[in-house]
């Protein structure tokens, strides 16, 4: 009898004391945004963009500060005018399904790009043909001089898809993606989640994790709670509001980091009130900036002084709408909207920027602009606004939340895909329809050269011009705020918004 | 002369004010419905008005259910709130009692192809559980609060219609309708004059329970966007925007967490107060 219970206690104490070395190391990324696709040229989010460079990779991609690196390229070079791009390319690399990574597969992503079919076929818009000049070499030929043609390469846009995959599935490889990267695709139901899993002949080595599954948690309050209850790994962003509760926690650490994620609202400029530049200036000078950031965004934000980000280069600096409703209600008059006029107010759902949105709906309400509220999850908001005709755009009373960060690390994509006309809806997501001459003119002149002193001349002219035209309702640039579980190292925020996962590991 | 006659209300009053809990529920509900009604008398301050300086502050004297996110006086909120969880309750049960109320009189008293048709199409309805069927049409219709009342009374329809149709099986064959349609009464005049009266108790039970549920089904849609758009100061909705601040700023989603909860057990408990009174299987 003692016997038996000797034994029970040890059989129990070995259970308890034995380690769980069967242990999978499976992480969960809870994020407030759902995936919208795994094409890679097809994608114009930076999170489904952030997912997809987990499995796939582009000739140049970028380190933690933005800064341009080779990834499947092991170096390139350009001729004096930065007409020609020649890149020479890792060797003995394969796709996910076997096909080998070379010259050939490279053009057949970027002819595929060039049919200008696809969301970020603008990407490759410069380009005036690709060449292969052997196996492991891929020339580039542009139209024009462009300098910050490496920035457009290292983008996520230019990710290069297995040439086998994009041949068996057509534009369905945006269900099947295939690349070269650490992690491979498992599974993903839309809506819920994205799962992919360790490639296990990785040419750079197997990553320290098998398997990371990617959760939309729209709200931010449980998003947290799924981190605190070790339902989720890294969280992003990690709700602001919340930020006594999460550094009571032993187990979490936050991350921190400016980034150059723009926030502003978008106006329709082709519906009548908001055509008039006064009226847009007034709605400018009748948001409280300071009090979105401190009250919606729970302090995590800088006020924008410029159109694009600060840590942008070719940023020059502007004077700040001041908040100042009387002279906001004094533009309103002069433009003939002294009585105001109704809109509707899109928003994503995630709530800080359902929150932002009211207390725009709230500060636009003293000037006389007063509407609804509507409000959808990510994806369709961002389906809406892309579903947008220009020649419809006169009966669309809208002013949006949104937001945009230049995943090129450049200033022409802190622009063009959002202020040039040429970026109407579908191409790109100037969904506010604001067409300027001159500042197309600007847009060009910094697109066509590869001096940094002209370009800088162009942007600079291109934000002291549009800043008082006043095409969006100016509001701020995120602070990045992340959390983790302190035992996962290795994935970090990146300033764009997006995140690094290759280096993921988990720690006892 | 006093006739020693036992009115019905009297035995109704009998047997009501013995439960301590109902008049209780009776008490508070009037006066809810006098707070929703003389909303501005009552609010301290006005529900729509922003201050950011006093964003989230804990309640206070001047703010005895302290401040939302924006500043705004939360026990204001909660009072007029009221009026739309009243209103948006009541409508909805009412309609769906008028509709469901008369396809059960219909379906009770002609049966045959038109019971089955009604009866049939109650039972899909029944199938849904309730708030996934509110959520559907309004997913259908779209947000708002008409779309919710809507949404609330299909959903309320089946029931009542079933009850009613119980009460009428029993009540065409009872001696006096059968003595009213010997004599001639038409058929409107039997349904609506001597037999609905009848069916009458089980609808009135009913409908009081049954505008509990509504008003959490309409503060839930709320919850969810889709009910109640912001600003606009209901019970559902304020606790879907101060839900992010649980742990730093309990007070946001305690108060109208509470209105919720009393509202709805008050209503329930009245409505069983009622069955107790009305039902005359129940002593």
Not at chain 1, 96 to 114: L, Y
Not at chain 1, 166 to 173: F, H, I, K, N, S
Not at chain 2, 55 to 83: C, F, K, N, W
Not at chain 2, 87 to 110: R, W
Request: charged share 20%; glycine share 8%.
């Amino acid at each position: 009898m003692l016997l038996r219970k000797t034994a029970l206690c040890i059989a129990v104490g070995l259970m308890l004391a034995s380690p769980s070395y069967a242990a999978t190391k499976d992480i969960i990324y809870a994020s407030e945004s759902t995936a919208k696709s795994m094409d890679p040229h097809d994608t114009s989010d930076t999170y489904s963009g952030a997912i997809q460079r987990a499995m796939f990779q582009g000739l140049l991609g970028f380190d933690e500060n933005l800064n341009v690196i080779p990834v499947l390229a092991e170096s390139y070079t350009f001729n004096d005018t930065a007409t020609e791009f020649t890149f020479k390319l890792r060797k003995g690399i394969k796709f996910h399904d076997g096909a080998p990574f070379n010259a050939e597969a490279v053009k057949v992503n970027i002819d595929r790009m060039m049919t200008g079919k696809y969301k970020r076929s603008s990407l490759m818009k410069p380009v005036k043909e690709v060449t292969v000049v052997d196996d492991s070499t891929i020339r580039f030929t542009l139209k024009e001089p462009f300098g910050a043609f490496a920035n457009t390469i290292a983008h996520p846009g230019s990710l290069i898809q297995s040439p086998k995959a994009l041949a068996q599935y057509g534009d369905e490889v945006s269900k099947h993606p295939v690349g070269t990267g650490p992690f491979i695709f498992e599974d993903w139901v839309s809506g819920d989640h994205v799962k992919i899993k360790k490639n296990p002949d990785y040419w750079r080595g197997q990553v320290k994790v098998d398997s990371i599954t990617f959760k939309p948690v729209p709200e931010s309050g449980a998003r947290l709670a799924m981190l605190r209850a070790g339902q989720a790994h890294y969280i992003y962003p990690m709700p602001a509001e919340l930020q006594q509760v999460a550094e009571k926690d032993k187990n979490i650490e936050l991350i921190s980091k400016p980034s150059i994620i723009a926030r502003y609202l978008i106006m329709n400029t082709k519906y009548e009130p908001l055509a008039d530049q006064r009226v847009r200036q007034a709605i400018n000078y009748a948001l409280d900036k300071q009090a979105i950031i401190k009250i919606a965004w729970g302090g995590a934000a800088k006020e924008v002084d410029s159109i694009i980000p600060a840590d942008l280069p070719f940023y020059k600096k502007q004077s700040p709408w001041p908040y100042d409703v009387a002279k906001a209600k004094a533009l309103m008059k002069e433009a003939g909207y002294e009585k105001g006029f109704k809109v509707t107010f899109l928003t994503p759902n995630a709530s800080n920027r359902l929150r932002a949105t009211e207390m725009a709906q709230q500060q636009l309400k003293e000037i006389g602009i007063t509407g609804d509220i509507q409000s959808m999850d990510t994806a369709s908001f961002y389906n809406k606004l892309e579903g947008n005709k220009v020649d419809q755009a006169k009966d669309l009373p809208f002013i949006a939340f949104g937001g945009w960060s230049s995943s090129t690390g450049d200033a022409d994509w802190a622009l063009r895909p959002l202020v040039a006309t040429e970026a109407f809806p579908p191409a790109m997501s100037n969904f506010g329809f604001f067409s300027n001459k001159d500042v197309d003119g600007y847009i060009q002149a910094g697109l066509a050269s590869a001096d940094n002193k002209v370009r800088g001349e162009a942007y600079g002219k291109l934000q002291d011009a549009i800043w008082p035209m006043a095409p969006w309702g100016y509001l701020f640039v995120d602070t990045l705020y992340a959390a983790k579980v302190k035992k996962l190292k290795g994935i970090y925020p990146m300033a764009d918004g997006a995140f690094s996962v290759e280096n993921a590991e988990l720690v006892d | 002369m006093e006739h020693n006659v036992v009115s019905p209300f009297d035995l109704f009053w009998h047997k009501f004010k013995k439960r301590r809990t109902a008049l209780v529920a009776a008490v508070f509900i009037v006066f809810l419905v006098v707070v929703a009604v003389f909303a501005p008398l009552f609010a301290p301050h006005d529900p729509m008005t922003t201050d950011y300086a006093q964003s989230m502050q804990p309640p206070s004297l001047e703010h005895p259910a302290g401040t939302d996110v924006y500043g705004r006086d939360i026990l204001s909120r909660i009072i007029y709130g009221s009026r739309i969880s009243l209103a948006v309750g009541f409508t909805s049960v009412l309609v769906g009692a008028l509709v469901g109320v008369t396809l059960g009189l219909i379906s009770g008293f002609f049966g045959g192809f038109l019971d089955g048709l009604i009866m049939r199409t109650s039972d899909v309805l029944f199938a849904f559980p309730g708030i996934l069927l509110a959520i559907a049409i309004v997913a259908i219709l779209g947000p708002g609060l008409v779309n919710v009342v809507v949404a609330v009374s299909v959903f309320s329809m089946p029931t009542f219609a079933r009850i009613v149709r119980g009460s009428t099986l029993g009540l065409k064959e009872t001696l006096y309708v059968r003595a009213a349609r010997s004599v001639g009464a038409s058929r409107r005049r039997l349904m609506f004059v001597h037999i609905m009266p009848g069916t009458l108790s089980g609808v009135i039970v009913y409908f009081t329970m049954r505008i509990g549920t509504s008003i959490i089904t309409a503060a839930s849609l709320s919850f969810l966007g889709l009910g109640a758009q912001p600003p606009t100061p209901e019970w559902g909705a304020m606790l879907a925007e101060s839900r992010d601040y649980i742990g730093v700023a309990d007070h946001m989603t305690i108060f109208p967490g509470i209105a919720i909860f009393l509202t709805v057990l008050f209503f329930n408990l009245f409505g069983d107060g009622l069955r107790a009174a009305l039902d005359p299987k129940l002593k």
